[in-house]
């Protein structure tokens, strides 16, 4: 597969100039977000990262030599979210009114592109686990929910970026070696969009010229690696095992199951934010923002490699599988004693 750098620099380029022209526009019609008792930035910090990647990964797209036609429906379901979720960032729109349109999104892709979930693999080891009848539900279950893992990392400046790009980078790696060059082009793509959103998002272009990604960038961002990951553990053309899946987007998973496992468990509804996020355990215990990412995008770093290391071995799925759970189930622990975890960073 030859690689021609050229779109991934146009898409960059293009995100940068997005920025600045969206976010002159975001300041006026209020398209902001305001500091309260979540969130601990300063001042009124446009929320057009979303919108800026989106325009830029479709320029990006349009210098590329793939075929974009069979993308299209891709392009009108991430259209579909980003709309949405810009809509909310600007008037906070209900959560049943966003989930109706992120099933629709989901069902487009599902329904159009074929994206969707039939097996779950060998994850038992003694029969495949095949979802048959149940696979469009189990589809845009999954579609949705990892919308709504990417949403719910978005909690200090670059998390949310930067486990996408974790994410995103080691989906490229599997579409190269695998062939699949529209997918490679398009994971990467989204990644150089990342990167410059990145360096406006953490202040790199001057804290003046800060950005936010918005619920319109996770959500978008979510659908495409939900779609990827999809696309790559399914059918005759799969590229990793349905569980290696879930090693590549890990930690943000992992963080949303907890989370929602414990607001129900507290009698609250697993939606409703609040300050019980992984990277809220770091922050608690004194540990400052910039290593707070580090240790998360370390994490999630880690998990993706030994995914894939397990992955490339060709271990078992069952163990794979054992193996997460194992992990989710000590993540899980310590979340529900969290005060026990911050008292022992903090000693």
């Known amino acids: ?68 036609i069979p993308l299209k429906n891709i392009l009108l379901a991430m259209l579909v979210v980003l709309v949405v979720g810009a809509l909310d960032d600007h008037k906070d729109l209900s959560i049943r009114f966003r989930i109706f349109f992120h099933i629709i999104a989901a069902l487009i892709v599902v329904s159009t592109n074929g994206v969707i979930l039939s097996s779950l693999g060998w994850i038992f080891g003694i029969v495949e686990f095949k979802l048959y009848a149940w696979s469009v539900f189990v589809s845009v279950f999954a579609i949705i929910g990892v919308m709504n893992a990417v949403n719910m990392s ?15 980078s080691f989906i490229s ?25 990145l360096m406006f998002n953490l202040g790199i272009f ?18 495409l690696i939900a779609v990827l990951l999809i696309e790559l553990s399914q059918g005759e053309k799969a590229i990793f095992k349905p569980v290696t899946a879930l090693w590549l987007l890990a930690v943000p998973l992992l963080d949303t199951v907890a989370v929602m496992i414990k607001r129900i468990r507290n009698g609250g509804s697993p939606f409703k934010p609040d300050r019980g ?21 370390g994490l999630s770093f880690s998990m993706a490699f030994i995914g894939s290391w397990l992955e490339l071995n060709n271990v078992a799925e069952w163990k ?22 911050v008292k022992f ?3």
């Open 1 to 68: 597969m030859n690689i021609n750098f050229i779109p991934f620099l146009v898409s960059a380029l293009s995100c940068i100039l997005a920025v600045n022209i969206t976010s002159y526009f975001a300041l006026k019609i209020g398209l902001v977000d305001v500091p309260n008792y979540r969130k601990i930035h300063t001042g009124n910090i446009p929320l057009v990262g979303g919108i800026s990647m989106f325009v830029a990964l479709v320029i990006g797209l349009l210098t590329t030599q793939i075929d974009i």
């Open 154 to 168: 978005d909690g200090i400046d670059g998390l949310s970026g930067l486990l996408s790009i974790v994410t995103l």
């Open 173 to 197: 790696y599997f579409a190269y070696i695998g062939g699949r060059e529209d997918l490679f082009t398009l994971a990467l793509l989204s990644c150089s969009t990342l990167v410059p959103f």
């Open 206 to 223: 001057g804290r003046s010229r800060k950005v936010f990604m918005g619920d319109a960038g996770t959500t978008f961002i979510g659908l």
């Open 277 to 297: 996020h992984l990277h809220h355990f770091f922050l608690k215990s004194s540990i400052s923002e910039g290593k707070t990412l580090l240790i998360i995008v």
């Open 320 to 341: 794979m599988f054992a193996l997460f759970l194992f992990v989710f189930f000590l993540y899980l622990l310590a979340t529900f004693h969290a005060w026990k975890v």
């Open 345 to 347: 960073f903090k000693s």
